[in-house]
Structure formats: structure tokens, C-alpha cells
T-cell receptor
């Protein structure tokens, strides 16, 4: 049973437009959510996180939205840049528990 | 501040052999987690160690084992290698237990022939 799902394996957007990456989860015990970015031949790097007590967190061009009732979160990147092209992983954790990752979405930003 | 260091970066083994991978966390980080990444499978959790104790374990067979030393360095071992064990093995460290941001190493790419 996959508890964290990223249903879109890939996403392609034009430079300057908005990128929206989606993530769904099933475990209602998850209370902390994170997004990581991964370039080829590198390990994932932390991008942004959100606690379950919030519904939005913003950091520069990156905003994460959390809809607890729908068990859904999304990452918005505005404006998208070619350097944002990477694999994006959604992750979730419960108190004192391991992080569970989705399968990732490959974002391609075209110049 | 040095990042998470994993060795070796690349290795090739044959079926039936065993392999040991090493991870040095960021200085001061006491929690170390291991993940397996295969194409299309995302990051599958293997285990997490904190202060030399295994706190969490994923759904992997007993051929996969790990340990953590007093200096927080960690090793994972895979015995009786199978073709399906070919993957990128990622180590991540965090300051506290696995409830927040993880700092990943570049991974050890294992190929089993």
C-alpha cells in the first residue's frame, strides 16, 4: 500500500509559467510534509516543508499548499526557470516516524 | 560544514556476493536513515538509526542490515546479492530523529551482475 502518491510521473512547462506538482497521501497520522528536489547523480536536497497545522508555506518562488481534508498537497513554482528541471519528491512523516516518499515527478522547464 | 559522505560511489558485484556501504553524516547529526532508489520506485525506506539504535525498519528482507557506530557513522550490508538489488542507495542524516529535513548524500550506485 503506497501511502504517498505522486500520480504524474512527468510535467513539462514553459519558462516563466507556473509549475504545479501534486501529491496525495492516505495516512491520516502524517503531520509533516516535505518536498525534495533531485538532480541526476546527486542526492535529493530539501526544498520546502509544511506542518499539518498550516495550509500554506511560502519560500521565494516556491509555495506548498496542504489540504488536510483531501489529503493532498501541492508545490507551486512561480515563475518556473530552466534550472528547476529536476525530479521532485514529496515526503510525509508522522511524529517520531520515518519519512515516506512518493515516486517522484520529473519536471522539465523549457526555455 | 561537510555534507553527508557515502562510500563507495559506484560498485559492481555479482549475484551471491555481499556488499557493505558506508555513510558519514553531517557533524553533529545523530540520526541516519537509508533509502533504496530504483527506477520508477521512488525512495524506499530501509532503516533509521539514532544513537546506535535502530529506530525504524522498512519492509526489506533480512539480507539487508545496518548498524551505527558511536561517532554516528553508519554502514549497511546486503548479503547474498540478487539482480534486483541493483539500485542507488542513499543515506540521509538529520539533527534529531526522522521528523524533519533530511540531508542526503550523493548515494552509492550498486550494480549486481
Amino acid at each position: 500500500d503506497q501511502q504517498v502518491k505522486q500520480n504524474s510521473p512527468s510535467l513539462s512547462v514553459q519558462e516563466g509559467r507556473i509549475s504545479i506538482l501534486n501529491c496525495d497521501y492516505t495516512n491520516s497520522m502524517f503531520d509533516y510534509f516535505l518536498w525534495y528536489k533531485k538532480y541526476p547523480a546527486e542526492g535529493p536536497t530539501f526544498l520546502i516543508s509544511i506542518s499539518s497545522i498550516k495550509d500554506k508555506n511560502e519560500d521565494g518562488r516556491f509555495t506548498v499548499f496542504l489540504n488536510k481534508s483531501a489529503k493532498h498537497l501541492s508545490l507551486h513554482i512561480v515563475p518556473s526557470q530552466p534550472g528547476d528541471s529536476a525530479v521532485y519528491f514529496c515526503a510525509a512523516s508522522a511524529k517520531a516516524g520515518k519519512s515516506t516518499f512518493g515516486d517522484g515527478t520529473t519536471l522539465t522547464v523549457k526555455p | 560544514k561537510a555534507g553527508v559522505t557515502q562510500t563507495p560511489r559506484y560498485l559492481i558485484k555479482t549475484r551471491g556476493q555481499q556488499v557493505t556501504l558506508s555513510c558519514s553524516p553531517i557533524s553533529g547529526h545523530r540520526s541516519v536513515s537509508w533509502y533504496q532508489q530504483t527506477p520508477g520506485q521512488g525512495l524506499q525506506f530501509l532503516f533509521e538509526y539514532f544513537s546506535e539504535t535502530q529506530r525504524n525498519k522498512g519492509n526489506f528482507p533480512g539480507r539487508f542490515s545496518g548498524r551505527q557506530f558511536s561517532n554516528s557513522r553508519s554502514e549497511m550490508n546486503v548479503s547474498t546479492l540478487e539482480l534486483g538489488d541493483s539500485a542507488l542507495y542513499l543515506c540521509a542524516s538529520s539533527l534529531l530523529v526522522n521528523t524533519g529535513e533530511l540531508f542526503f548524500g550523493e548515494g552509492s550506485r550498486l550494480t549486481v551482475l
